[in-house]
């Protein structure tokens, strides 16, 4: 059994879970999921987790003093005889302890294996949990020298223990946004950890690998990703600049991070033009309108709304009848913030069946949740899983 510790936006996180792992998937407290699988899960391919781990052990109730009691002599008992020093960080959700307490629970350990001749390397807790970068610097969960103990107090009351097999390489997502050779600010690039879920919400990654289509690929973030998660690529774009970057920056994966894709990238418009089969999956994010600093008047608003709505739409008429049924789609469309937080959503999200695609609805998370956003942005991306009727 595992756990995940979900990023800012939790319900992004779990949907990508449980489009993975199905009903195998729910939640553990507000910020963490229980995923119940055997084998270990591999952090490097899910975007919206910032630190994974195997459940070893089951609380009945969230009491610290027990808690760390029983830390402290398991893991002085388990590591007694090993031969090499240990790294050790303590990471705490939901109890109610201090920083101070859960250095204690450490320092005990440190104690007692002292005697033991094994030496104890503490990572100090500045706050109850160690940031994501704190771990990843220290490789914590990584090898079994480099061990990070995550305390969740779920939702019902209990506590969950379990170790962490690694948190988000922070490092390996930043290169591969800031280190690929052709950027544009102006057409909004896509996070790398967004293209990742994204991906994960349309692709299963125990299936064998096939070929993603973005039609929208602008720098090429997308297929980049996919070609990472050992898919074929294709991508396709209005504009003759990004469809040069988007070669560009997949020849420097394939030299820079061995990828073994097959790519194909041409010009075309996404509202009229073919694509070649095969496509076994649509992941794209499609015309998003212009970029806002403030809440736009309604009637700004509305032709926004409405030109977006009217380009989405003919793609949408336009892939349909090119694409098999049963094809899934992952599409990231443009949704509109106000200064009360609530959003205006594109018309064509109620009329997606006419259209031909059905929207796959979630146990941990609704349709309308699956919003990505920071707090400074007006215009969202709202992710629409679907598969082709
Ligand atoms: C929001 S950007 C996508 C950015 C991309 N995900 C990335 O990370 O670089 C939208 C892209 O759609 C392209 N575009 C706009 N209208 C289009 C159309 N009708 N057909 C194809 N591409 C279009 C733009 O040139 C732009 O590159």
């Not at 970057?245 to 996404?270: C, G, P």
Request: proline share 5%.
């Amino acid at each position: 059994m595992n756990i995940a510790i979900l990023g800012r936006q939790p319900k992004l996180g779990i949907a990508e879970l449980e489009s993975q792992y199905g009903s195998a998937v729910s939640w553990l407290s507000v910020i963490s999921a229980l995923i119940e699988v055997d084998e270990p899960l591999d952090i490097t391919k899910f975007g919206g987790s910032l630190k994974m781990g195997k459940v070893t052990h089951a609380f009945e109730h969230s009491d610290w003093k027990r808690i760390g009691k029983y830390i402290s002599n398991h893991y002085s008992q388990a590591w007694k005889n090993v031969d090499h020093k240990i790294t050790l960080g303590i990471s705490v959700y939901g109890v109610s302890v201090s920083g101070k307490e859960i250095q204690r629970t450490g320092l005990a350990i440190k104690k007692n294996l002292k005697s033991s001749g094994v030496s104890i390397r503490l990572v100090p807790n500045k706050d109850v949990a160690l940031s994501t970068a704190t771990s990843h610097h220290n490789k914590l969960g990584l090898s079994p020298n480099k061990v990070e103990l995550i305390v969740i107090r779920a939702g019902d009351g209990r506590t969950v223990l379990a170790e962490s097999t690694g948190a988000q390489n922070i490092t390996a997502y930043a290169a591969r946004d800031q280190e690929r050779p052709k950027r544009d600010a102006f057409v909004g690039m896509l996070p790398p950890k967004l293209a990742q879920i994204m991906l994960n919400m349309a692709v299963d990654q125990s299936k064998p690998t096939g070929r993603v289509l973005d039609p929208f690929c602008g720098t090429g973030v997308l297929l980049q990703e996919a070609a990472l998660l050992g898919h074929d690529v294709y991508g396709s774009d209005l504009s003759e600049k990004m469809v040069d970057y988007s070669i560009a920056n997949l020849e420097w994966l394939a030299a820079t991070h061995h990828s073994k894709a097959k790519v194909d990238v041409m010009l075309a418009d996404a509202t009229k033009d073919s694509w070649s089969p095969p496509i076994d999956a649509v992941v794209c994010e499609a015309y998003l309108g212009q970029p806002f600093s403030a809440p736009p008047a309604s009637e700004k608003l509305h032709s926004v709304v409405t030109t977006c709505d009217k380009i989405i739409t003919a793609f949408f008429n336009n892939l349909a009848p090119q694409i098999e049924s049963g094809t899934p789609l992952c599409v990231a469309v443009p949704s509109w913030r106000d200064n009360n937080g609530d959003f205006t959503h594109l018309p064509l999200i109620k009329k997606l069946s006419s259209l031909g695609y059905e929207q796959i609805e979630l146990k941990t998370a609704r349709s309308h949740d699956l919003l990505y956003y920071r707090e400074d942005q007006i215009v969202a991306r709202e992710l629409l899983i679907l598969r082709k009727i």
